[in-house]
């Protein structure tokens, strides 16, 4: 049963960017802000469609926690359905992406039309510069940025190196970061077909400040409460950072 319901689910999200991609593409010269306003309608629905078909409801806690003015997100990643639900939470916003995505057929064109940052990974310091830059731009135009450190979707219970770049935005735009942990990879797990029923916690953390400190500091701030709070949601002990040499640059 949890097969067939994830396969329908599945059919509902190819559909969705089917039906949402083209136009999408097509109203490319309009006002940012509408741009937004109609792509937000995609995650929105598999949001709605991954609750009525895979029995995956979800609780937001923290809300209080969030800045009047855009600034910084640091988010744990480990699915794709936190995608979904930040674009809901922090309106409008951008992401700090790899540029392979914005060439995926449909989905990739639809993205481009949010300006998103993305960057070369490979790039080294020059994606650092990349980042702070195209963010202080987004920061300016009234765009929440949401950066997931760690780069890449990791496994329920497990972490990766946290990387620099979102706390050298925030440190340079002289703005708080805003910590988000979730439990999603336990329903939702990455590379892996079946979703299970269940509630989802997301959890916004209070602002970290960034004044007069350095982008390490701020992220390891950063990096302690998201890995505390998601092993608190999972009820397991705080998994161990990986490597000893602290986050890498970018």
């Known amino acids: 049963m949890l097969f067939l319901r994830s396969l329908l689910f599945s059919s509902a999200m190819i559909i969705s960017v089917i039906i949402f991609a083209p136009p999408s593409v097509l109203i490319f010269a309009m006002p940012y802000r509408f741009r937004y306003w109609f792509i937000s309608k995609y995650p929105a629905f598999n949001i709605w469609a991954a609750k009525l078909i895979s029995g995956l409801d979800y609780e937001i806690e923290g809300r209080e926690n969030i800045p009047t003015t855009p600034t910084v997100v640091l988010s744990k990643h480990q699915s794709t359905w936190e995608t979904f639900a930040l674009t809901m939470i922090f309106q409008p916003q951008v992401w700090v992406l790899k540029r392979e995505l914005l060439r995926v057929p449909l989905f990739g064109w639809g993205l481009a039309v949010l300006d998103p940052i993305a960057i070369d990974r490979k790039a080294g310091r020059n994606a650092i ?36 770049g979102g706390a050298h935005l925030a440190v340079a735009a002289e703005t708080p970061v805003v910590p988000v942990a979730h439990n999603a990879g336990d329903f939702w797990p990455r590379r892996q077909f079946v979703k299970k029923p269940g509630k989802i916690r997301l959890v916004i953390g209070k602002p970290i400040a960034t004044l007069g400190r350095t982008p390490a500091e701020v992220m390891a701030e950063a990096e302690a409460w998201i890995e505390a709070k998601v092993a608190e949601l999972r009820g397991q002990p705080v998994p161990a950072a990986p490597g000893a040499n602290g986050p890498r640059e970018t």
């Open 129 to 164: 510069d990349q980042v702070i830059e195209q963010g202080k731009e987004r920061l300016a135009r009234g765009c929440w940025v949401v950066v997931f450190p760690e780069g890449t979707r990791t496994a329920a219970g497990t972490r990766r190196r946290y990387k620099l």
